[in-house]
């Protein structure tokens, strides 16, 4: 039998050391299918419930394996169906490559079933390669750029390739006038800046009194240079969400996630600083960076298009941070003064007692705060961790702490709903020997993760580990925006879009084969953490828990506070326990022991 198209591509992913495509078939992509027979399901065929799961999984797939996440559909639907998963990768710069089939060339331009000019609609979310395969001498130079490509830019890229194409015998480019032959490999290479570039950097740094640092996902790589800078100057370090794995949050001058799901210590740590030094970072939100003008600021980012945004930055360095950091940390000083230092581990400290307490806190029936803070003690030395949008990754971000191998992700950029079970998926298919975690509401479980429960019942026996632990946060309500109602807004709870219906997500887990239970009390949390992590299967923890407990932002301002109070004047349907848990997280602050500042105008201190 002679050699397809579709043979070929799979071959050229075999020699790429692709190992799996996460996938749905369809008979846009039939002769795919039909190679994936003939090469016994190499590279792995796996199988979502949805596209859109698909290409999260591959997202995932991606960010923890370190590896390009390919993900495939068919024509039309399915291929609209993998844009979302697409634009997470996008925005969270992850390497992924999408392979979508398209109707027959003979049919193009004539309104056939399926037919979208897929060009146009990856033209965006593919910008930096999407092209059609139209003849087999193209096959192997357009799959290659694309790997390539993605690996390089870490972005999106997308291979298009019509039905009767990949039906067609393969006959490689020959050496010969409009050819373009092409070859295998992505060599490493970690740029570095200047001397003279490295020299000014190093002259900011050392002028400054109070430094912070931001690190971010590209300094995940950097984690013994980074701790020695800080070190060096002094410095406390915040961590943007996408970063919350790059250093350990059990070192007592990080001050932990930045922003508006970010902790207390962060936000006084951009607030007090006269210097800052952000790595691999595009943290996008710069009203919890220092004022303008308040900090002179030096950038690390290994991308020159994403440096010099966000912040007035005097010297942006273009460069791998580890190899940076390396050559940067012999230029700097060390900090005479350990007073900004002592400071930033007091705040966090007393964050951290913070926590506890808020975690303390009774609630009707469970405080969700609690279920989260209740597994730090309990994380497997390599668990990987995903977390949903929405509520869920207010806690994540501020009650876990990561340390050594533990890995952590979510939508950073997107914040979409509905990576946080298909991004556990992935990271099990990358690590099948490491039990993985994903942190969900009932909003995203209900869009999103319901039906890959099913996936996961199909695959798990496979992993080496078959620890998969759903927990699901069980409040009936799509709470972050309920919140964001009240305390954007000054706006009551609505409950038609609000209100969501309670369902028995383990009775449905164990109707697929895996371990469920439903948990109600605070005395049961602990238990169930620790049957889940002890059973010989995936496990869904449905943990019904008090929407009312607030996600209070780092900084609390006066206008939110009154717009959240507000909303109580209008009538909002839960304002009695909104008041209620309100009131009793806060006041965690303000308990003996915790002598907390209120000499900043706007923030929690005027309360």
């Not at 029936?365 to 989260?372: A, D, F, L, R, S």
């Not at 969501?500 to 109707?511: G, V």
């Not at 506070?561 to 209620?580: H, Q, T």
Request: charged share 25%; aromatic share 8%; with cysteine.
């Amino acid at each position: 039998m002679s050699k397809k198209v579709s043979d070929h591509l799979l071959e050229r992913l075999r020699e790429w050391e692709v190992e799996h495509v996460f996938a749905y078939p369809g008979d846009g992509i039939n002769g795919l299918l039909a190679a994936w027979g003939r090469a016994d399901d190499n590279p792995r065929f796996i199988q979502a419930r949805h596209e859109e799961m698909a290409a999260f999984q591959a997202v995932g797939y991606a960010k923890f394996s370190g590896k390009v996440g390919v993900c495939a559909a068919t024509s039309g639907p399915g291929a609209v169906h993998l844009l979302n998963g697409l634009y997470d990768a996008k925005l969270d710069h992850v390497p992924v490559v999408a392979i979508v089939g398209q109707t027959n060339r003979s049919a193009m331009g004539g309104s056939y079933q399926q037919e979208i000019d897929l060009l146009s609609l990856y033209k965006d979310v593919a910008s930096d390669f999407c092209e059609m395969v139209t003849v087999p001498e193209q096959l192997p130079n357009v799959l290659d750029r694309a790997m390539r490509t993605a690996m390089s830019r870490r972005s999106v890229t997308a291979v298009i390739i019509p039905a009767d194409v990949q039906e067609l015998d393969y006959s490689p480019p020959g050496h010969a006038f409009k050819m373009v032959p092409s070859s295998l490999g992505m060599p490493h290479y970690a740029p570095v800046p200047g001397d003279e570039d490295l020299t000014r950097a190093a002259e900011v740094l050392n002028a400054g009194e109070k430094v912070a640092v931001l690190v971010g996902q590209g300094a995940r790589g950097a984690r013994q240079e980074v701790m020695a800078v800080a070190d060096r100057l002094g410095a406390g370090v915040a961590k943007a969400l996408l970063g919350k794995d790059a250093l350990d949050d059990d070192l007592p001058y990080v001050t932990g996630s930045i922003g508006l799901l970010g902790t207390r210590p962060s936000y006084e740590l951009m607030t007090g600083c006269d210097t800052l030094l952000v790595i691999g970072s595009s943290f996008p939100y710069t009203q919890f960076l220092p004022e303008f003008g308040q900090a002179r600021a030096v950038q690390i980012d290994i991308d020159p298009h994403m440096v010099g945004m966000r912040y007035p930055f005097e010297v942006n360095l273009v460069g791998d941070a580890r190899e940076t950091l390396a050559r940067l940390l012999p230029l700097l000083d060390s900090a005479k003064d350990t007073g900004w230092r002592k400071k930033i581990e007091k705040d966090t400290a007393r964050w951290w007692e913070v926590m506890r307490r808020r975690a303390a806190v009774d609630a009707d029936p469970v405080n969700p705060e609690y279920v989260v803070h209740a597994l730090n003690d309990l994380l497997p030395e390599n668990v990987i961790l995903s977390s949903d949008s929405g509520s869920a990754a207010n806690w994540y971000a501020r009650h876990l702490k990561l340390r050594g191998a533990m890995r952590g992700s979510l939508s950073g950029t997107l914040a979409t709903m509905g990576p946080g079970v298909p991004y556990a998926m992935g990271a099990k298919f990358a690590h099948g020997d490491r039990p993985a975690i994903a942190l969900v509401g009932d909003g995203a479980m209900q869009m999103n993760g319901m039906a890959e429960l099913i996936t996961i019942a199909k695959y798990y026996r496979e992993w080496e580990d078959p620890r998969l632990i759903v927990a699901v946060l069980n409040n009936q309500d799509l709470n972050q925006v309920t919140w964001e109602m009240r305390a954007m807004e000054g706006a009551p709870q609505f409950e038609a879009s609000q209100s969501l219906p309670d369902f028995p997500y383990a009775d449905f887990a164990r109707l697929a084969g895996l371990e469920g239970l439903r948990i109600e009390k605070p005395q049961d949390v602990r238990g169930a953490w620790e049957t889940a992590l002890a059973a010989d299967r995936p496990c869904v923890l449905d943990f019904v828990t008090d929407p009312a407990v607030p996600p209070i932002p780092p900084h609390a301002t006066l206008d939110q506070i009154e717009a959240a109070a507000s909303s109580i004047l209008k009538g909002d349907s839960d304002r009695a326990g909104m008041v209620r848990q309100g009131f009793k997280a806060k006041v965690q602050e303000f308990l003996p022991g915790n002598h907390h500042r209120a000499d900043r105008p706007g923030t929690e201190g005027d309360t």
